[in-house]
Structure formats: C-alpha cells, structure tokens
C-alpha cells in the first residue's frame, strides 16, 4: 500500500497534475449526469467523485484508473431502488447510499476471502452484449429529459427543452467527431487534440448554463438542478431491515459487476503501459473501500471507468496522485460557491448522457465473433436481447448463464481422433486427415479435451460409438496427449468405463499421460484397476498390442 | 418409438414378466411412501406409477428405467408447495399434479429444443452432496411420523406408534443387512435372494397392515392411510394466475433435476448392460411426457429410480415391455378392493423411507474425492451443507455455482511450462522436469489448457511473469500444441497480448497449432496482425529464432 508515493520522483509531478484537472473537469459533468441515469439529484455524483477516486488510490493497484460514477453502475443503482423509493425522495438517496455500502462490503469481502476469479465468469462477447443492452437502456431512459416531457404523440412538445435538448446533442456529437481532427489541422499536438474533445462536454454543459439565466429558460419551464446544498452529506442508512434484505442481491451484482467493469478496464490500460501488474484480489480491496467511501459520503455505487481512465493515462497521469488531485479539485467544487450549479438544464445533462452511452455501442466483437465463433455472438446478441427484455440485473445473470452455457455446449461435443501409425515413422495421427495405418484388434483415440463433468458423459458415449463402429476391437488405447486435467467426475467416468471394458472383454489402455495428470492418477485407484497397461507413448502401446492381438497385420486405413 | 416392441422375440418374455412383477410389488410401498415424502395422502404414490412407467417406455431410449415416484423429487415437491398450501388439503393436491404437469412442460420443451447437453452442468462430487444433503432432510423429516408425534423433549412419547415405527426400522435394516447372505446360505441362487431382499420393505408392511387390524392399532391412536376411493381421479389445475407464477421456478429446477438423477441412472446401467445407447434429447421427451402422465392421473413429479431400476434389471427386464407390465399391475391395485389400504400405518411408511434414504447415503464419492481433488470433495461437502441450511431447492443452484466455481477456479490458474531443448534431439520440454538448454532471447512456452473466458487473463498474466523474469526476450514462442481450442474471448486476448509485445520490442511467434484451431484461426484477423510468425514445430521456431536473436549461443538451462 502506498508502495507508488514512497518510490515518487518528482518527474512525475507534472503529468500527474494535469492530468487530475483534465478528470477533474470530465468528472463534474460526468458525476452528475450519471447521478441522474441514478434517478438521483446531479449533485450525488460529485458526492461519489471525491472518497472513492481517493480511497482507490490507496487501496487499489492500477496507477491510473479513474473510479467514480458510471454509466451502466447507475442503471443498475436506478433499477435496483425503483420499486424501493421515489426518485428524488430523501429514502431514495438513502437507499442509493445503503447500496453503495453493501456492495463495497461485498467487494472487501470477496477480496479478503481470495476470490477474485470470479471476475472470469463472464466472456467478452457476453460482456459486449451487456454493454450494448445496458447502453440502449440508458440512451433510452433519457430521451423523456431530453425533450423535457413524456414521449408520445399527443403530448405537447416543450420547445424550449427540444431546442437545448437537441441543440446540446448536435454540439456534442461534432465535438466528438470533427473537434480532435480540427484541432490537429490547426496544428495542435495529437494527444492536447484528443484531451480537448474529450472535455467538450465540460464546455458544453457550462455554455448551457450560461444560458439558462441570460435567455430566462428556467422560467420557460426547461427543467434545472435546483439548489445545491454546499458540502458533504454523511451517510444515512435506513433502519427498516426489510430495506437490506431488498438490497443484498442486487449488492451482490452491482458488486460483481463493479468489480468486472473496472477489471476490463483497468486490464486494457495495464496491456498498453506494459508491465503494470494488477493483483486481482487488492482490486477487490481497492474498489470495495471506493464504494464504502462514496456511502459514507451520501453518493451511490461507483467503479472503474475505461474512458476516463483513458483520459487520465493521455492526459499524463504518472501515478496514482493525478486520482488524489481530481478528489481535491471536486471538494474544491463542493466548497466553492455552488449557485451556479442550481441552473445546469437537465436536457444538457441528457444530451451529454446519451452521447456517452452511444460511444460505448461497439459493434466489433460482434462482427469477430460472428466470423471466429457463432455461438460466441449469439450469446452475445442473447445477453444484449436479456438485458433490453428482462432488465439489467436479469441480464446479468443471464450472461453468465450464456458463457457457461455455450462452455458446457462445446464441452459437451468433444473432439476424438482415431489415431493411426504414419507408415515406418513412430509418429501417430488423426486417421481422417493424414494416411495412416491401422491395425485389426487394436483401437486407439485421442481425446482432444481435458476430461471433467462437462464432458465425462459425451466422451464415454463417443468411445462407445467408435468401438460399435470398430467391433473386432480387442484392446482400446486412450491416448492422453491433449489432456492436461482429469477431475473427479472425469476419474469416476473413467473407471465405470474401464469396468464396462471389461466386462464386454475389451482391455483399456491409457498411453501418454502428462506428468501432473499421472502425478494425480497415482492418489487413485484407477490405475490398480485397470485392466490394461499405462504406456509411455502411443509408439510403445502400438509395438506390445499390435504383436499380441488375434489378427496382428498392419493394413492401410484414411 | 416403439421399436423395441416390433423386435420383440419371445425370448424376452419370461424375463420382462418377472421382472414386472417384482418391480410392481416394490413400487407400491415406495409410492406411497414417497408420496408421503411429499406431504401427498400415500395413495397419490400408486397414481404417480401407472402412466409414467407406461409413457417412459413408449418415449424414453433406457430399457430398464424404472420411472415413478423417487424420494429426491418428492422433498423438492414437498418445499415447493409448503408455501402454498397445506400438506391434505384438496388445494395441495391439486398444486402437485399442476407441478408435475409443469415440470413435464418444461422436460419436453427441453427435449424439442434439443438442449439435453444441460444435464452436464452438475459435476459428480456435487451430485453426491445434493444426494447425502436430501437424504438427511428427509429422513429427519420422517422422523416425526415414526414416533407418531413431534420431536421433543416435553412431548408425551406415543407408544405404539414408536413401537410399531422402531419394529419396522429393525425389521427392514435387518433384512437390508442380512437376508440376502441368508438366503444365500440356504442355497438360493444369488439374484433371487437379492431380489428377495429389495421386497421386504413389501412384506413389512403388508405385515403390519395386517398388525393394525390384530392390535387395534388404529383406535389406539396410531395414523394410518385412511380411506382410499377406487380408480384414478383425472387432472385438476389451479385457476389462480398466481399459482402458475410460483410453480414456474421450482418446475423448471424440479425438470433440472428429473432429467439429471434419471441420467444419471440410467448411464450407470447402460454401462453394465454394455453397448445400450440412450439419446439424451429422447430422455427428455420420455420424462416429460412420463411427468405430464402423472400429472393427468392426479400425481405428482416423478423421476428414474436408480434402486428400481437396478432391481428391474436384476429380476430379468429385457424390454420396456416389464414397465408395461409393472403399470398394468398398479392400475388392478387400484381397481382391486382397496380398503386393506386404509389400513396402512404410516409409522411403518416412515421407515422405509428412512431405511431406503439413509441407503443413498454413498460415502465413497468424498472418500475418493477427497484423496485426489480437495477442491472436489469441499465442493461436495458445500453443497449437501446447502441443501441442509438452504434448503433441496437452493441447495441445486449451489450445486450448479459450485460446478462452475471449481471449474473456473482451475481455469484460473493455468499451467504454464518454459520449454528447452534436449541437447541434441528435437524435442522440447519443460525445463523445470528435464535438463533442457534455453537460449538467451528466445523465451517458449507452453500452454497447457485450452484457451477460453476463463483464463484468459490469467494466461496473459502469467506470460507477462515470465517475461519479467527473462528480460531479455526479444523473441516469444507461444508452443499451441495443448491448446485444443481457442474462443472468442480468448482470440481478443491473444490479440491484445500480441499489441502489448510489439510496443515493447518483443515479437510473438505461435508454434504448433492443432489443425481444428488453426482451421478457426484463419477465420479471424490474427494471424495477419501477429508480428511473428507461425511455425509448424517448436524445433523450426528453434532453428530459425535461435540464430537470429542478439546473443545467438545455446546454454544449458534447468
């Protein structure tokens, strides 16, 4: 803990400090906006800026990872306390904050306890498709504060809001396209290029603001933030324990996903410094103590977000100070004079909302895994399909369904060669694609999986229908070269598969098999019983049972 | 379907008769036991055992499953409804056939989609946890209706009924443990008197049928099964939208586990018959419509029973047709007078079921668990905890989360071997087995699993541990030949992982592909990014990078 600040040299000072203005000022509007996707009142997410980005630094081990509130955290924030509490009702803050603290507990727990793996119970596809689902919830969700009213066809439109609504989305959408490439024509260095588009809209949502009072749009009824307490919140928990039973499951899923998000993110980030080692578990401890910090603040769920940690590596982040100096400059915000916040235009907010959300529809896992792997993209299409019809929190739950789903699925249809000999070589192959020989009596497979309880079952069944098909077999050689485990299940399998043998007179053989595998065998009684031989290489079991088999002449087979 | 019956030679017959019968005469005591285990009145266990066997065999592919009320399904019957209605009442009834009609739904929905690869998602040492977890549950829940009272210390102790339920425990663990070798002492044929022992549960209590009547038993306060109507009551449904609702989860977790114990069963006997196929996706159908028959005939959800059907087995079935014959003989049950019935005595009900749970209890899956995989026996130890802290219902979604959980927990930790050469020769091996040279700049190593979600990251944290530790590479050798699949997941990290190298200065190579992964691998952009190359043999990434790295000398290594 700490490590980065005893090792500080002073070289990092500068990228470290913009690099914490240039977050500090993604992190207001961005806080606030995703307090709103929250059902929240936009100041919460400058509440959730300041403890957790700090207490991430000291916990956490990516150097420049931005913690504080996100996009798909707040959707499930929203759908976990809707049918809880009135968004805006003082028990709907409460409860967000309840939630915040349950799910870092969960996070701290899961990291002192070791069991940080659980991170790898979701594929990307599936995690594409979540994105995808989440970001067409969110997008849509904020299209009614976006035009200032419900969406129908015999509602009265409210100009004003359309206006700044659709105005703010234009603005935002050009910066993000054209603004980095302008810049760059007028000679601006590429990464200021990029920091700049990236905080466009910082100046969007200031510029709106500035015209909330000078054209008296509050007045026009375009709705607005409202009054804005100065400083910070403590925590407040509710006393009903009906209310903590309500939020434990979903703790646990906001808590799962708080945890995979960052980790996808932070992961990317690590692979593009090179060498940064992130420890999964002190992930745990670091996200855990983040959310607990924005409890105790009165924010809301919190994680990892990939674009603006993006924006913290560009904009020069060394260390884990650029976090530190964000956190001081969003106190500074909370303590300076916050009138002006009372008129931020909620359309804005939404515009700024759905721009970001849009950015995150990344379309090309879909079409790799559409080319590379079917199934891996109907998963993908599955979860998204999941999370639009049953909801966010179902979609979770649907995803890792899916991924383990289509593990059991290709787990369940094994790959077994029958092997045969390459003609005067002691090289044995897969008798469809090479021209190898066989021998009568003698029948030998490899399996191309590790055996274990997805798989036990297909793979006695395919043994059985090669040895229908191979009829004369006398002595059945499982050739163990691919097989890097055998699980309980699989030895149990194996056992009950040599006993079958047996009794049909069939003797079973294993050949090949790796040395951690072997070294486990030994702690079991299969060995003892089975009723053929262990051979070193399918060479060797070729020379003892192709001599010993009734009709011992090679032949030609493939 | 059906072709069992147009091959049917006569031959078969005498074997299909007696084992029909000896099947019927074990079915009815179990039936209505298990019905009792389910909070039914016992003679809803002889409506449960007159379709499904018949169904099974016109559908199903096992020839000697026995399929009917089993005492796992009937606890999970009995914790679904206990919310719902009162054990009696007409409601209670009605809810367990619409639960068997549910489940059967769902078994057949399965079965026409095709998806019975399901079934392997619960690994072996799970399953004997749930199986010990049921077991206890209930026999402790029979408990209460052997001494014919509540369990407690202030509780009057209801003599005869203790005396009558302990009579018959003694009784039956006698004739589990000793009648067999009797008979077998006094010179009869070893099928027979194992067969002869499976019935005595029969003969117990047809025993004390006989004893209450004698004794008095029944005006001396000791329960009994009470008035039985003749024939079969047709389907009844709950109207309540609401019913249907809170029966959809536990339908689909009670077909979940119809499909698996029948499975289960029925492969451990298609082993010893050797050569008998069952079609998984056909097992499916057969149990749906098997549960759906039930249900028309006023049951509840029923299952393959291993016991029954190693009993069915044992006492010569050759075809489906002895479950038609064991139908047709609980049809004339009912037919037949049936007040005798009403003479049951429950307490000796009681302890068959305890006597026949307490035999489920199998040790010897920890035993050997334990030995060889720690992680498998706590995974079983966890589970049979779940279903008694939990409850039989949670107690499957543990087992399926630990299933899982062990699996990506292994997946986690991959196996990763730094190879060398064995002087002199073209093999490659793991340095830390053999005494094998390396050469400075070339690092090679080989991945021993396949390449999924699941490690992903945990390889490519691995390999970047390694390249800490042989800073020197300039050239990294990815050796595939135990890879023997790659995903979508997996396909993205490899491709991250070769962006992350290059902008460090070292180049990945990949050696020995396996022909089905490269086959994929040619479908994604890959290998047209990969700064290396792909070579067919470690030996030929030797030969060529060996040279061509900085310092080129081999050294001996390990």
Same mark, same amino acid.
């Given at each position: 803990m700490l490590q980065w600040l005893r090792e500080y040299r002073?070289?990092?000072?500068?990228?470290?400090?913009s690099a914490g203005i240039v977050v500090a000022m993604m992190m207001i509007p961005q806080g606030m906006a995703y307090a709103l996707v929250a059902g929240l009142p936009p100041v919460v997410g400058i509440y959730a800026s300041i403890f957790p980005p700090l207490l991430y630094a000291l916990f956490g081990t990516s150097s420049t990872q931005s913690v504080g509130p996100m996009a798909i955290v707040s959707l499930m924030t929203a759908s976990t306390l809707a049918p809880l509490a009135t968004p805006g009702t003082g028990l709907h803050g409460v409860l967000a904050a309840q939630l915040a603290l349950m799910s870092g507990l969960v996070l701290l727990a899961c990291g002192l306890l070791r069991i940080?793996?659980? =991170?790898?119970?979701?594929?990307?596809?599936?995690?594409? /498709? +979540?994105?995808?689902?989440?970001?067409i919830v969110i997008a849509w969700g904020q299209l009614r504060t976006l035009v200032g009213?419900?969406?129908?066809?015999? =509602?009265?439109?409210?100009?004003?809001?359309?206006?700044? /609504? +659709?105005?703010?989305l234009a603005l935002l959408v050009m910066a993000r396209e054209w603004l980095a490439p302008l810049l760059r024509c007028l000679r601006v260095k590429p990464v200021v290029a990029d920091i700049a588009a990236k905080l466009a809209p910082m100046f969007v949502v200031l510029g709106a603001t500035a015209l909330v009072p000078l054209l008296a749009l509050d007045r026009m009824g375009v709705a607005t933030t409202g009054a804005v307490p100065a400083g910070l919140p403590g925590l407040n928990l509710a006393t009903s324990s009906g209310h903590w039973q309500a939020l434990l499951q979903p703790a646990l899923l906001i808590g799962f996903m708080v945890f995979l998000i960052s980790m996808s993110g932070a992961q990317a980030l690590a692979l593009k410094r090179g060498g940064e080692?992130?420890?999964?578990?002190?992930?745990?401890?670091?996200?855990?103590?983040?959310n607990v910090g924005s409890a105790l603040s009165g924010g809301f769920p919190v994680t990892g977000s990939i674009s603006r940690s993006a924006v913290n590596f560009a904009a020069g982040a060394n260390t884990q100070l650029a976090s530190m100096i964000t956190a001081g400059l969003l106190?500074?915000?909370l303590v300076a004079p916050t009138g002006w916040l009372a008129l931020l235009p909620l359309p804005t907010l939404a515009a700024t909302i759905i721009v970001a959300v849009l950015g995150m529809l990344?379309?090309?896992?879909?079409?790799?895994?559409?080319r590379y792997d079917r199934a891996d993209a109907l998963a993908l299409l599955?979860?998204?399909g999941g999370v639009l019809v049953l909801g966010v929190e179902a979609g979770v739950l649907v995803g890792v369904a899916l991924s383990m789903g289509a593990l059991i699925w290709r787990a369940s249809r094994p790959h077994i060669a029958v092997l045969g000999r390459i003609h005067g070589t002691e090289h044995f192959r897969n008798v469809d694609r090479y021209s190898a020989e066989t021998t009568p009596g003698l029948l030998m497979l490899r399996v191309d999986a590790g055996l274990f309880f997805g798989n036990v079952d297909a793979v006695n069944e395919r043994i059985d229908e090669e040895l229908v098909e191979h009829a004369s077999t006398a002595h059945l050689v499982l050739v163990l070269s691919a097989v890097n485990a055998i699980d309980t299940s699989a030895l149990f399998g194996l056992g009950e598969l040599n006993a079958s043998l047996r009794q049909r007179g069939v003797t079973l053989h294993l050949a090949e098999v790796k040395g951690p595998v072997m070294d486990r065998l030994r702690d079991s009684d299969l060995l003892g019983q089975l009723s053929g031989q262990v051979f070193l290489s399918a060479a060797n079991a070729w020379d003892r049972l192709a001599g010993s088999s009734a009709a011992g002449r090679p032949q030609p087979a493939g």
């Open positions: 002073r070289a990092a000072l500068p990228g470290d400090i940080g793996f659980l =991170a790898n119970f979701f594929s990307r596809p599936v995690m594409s /498709g +979540f994105t995808i689902g989440s970001a009213g419900p969406i129908a066809l015999d =509602a009265s439109p409210h100009w004003p809001s359309i206006a700044l /609504g +659709f105005g703010s080692k992130l420890v999964s578990n002190r992930e745990l401890v670091g996200l855990g103590a983040a106190a500074l915000a990344d379309w090309s896992t879909l079409r790799t895994a559409w599955a979860t998204a």
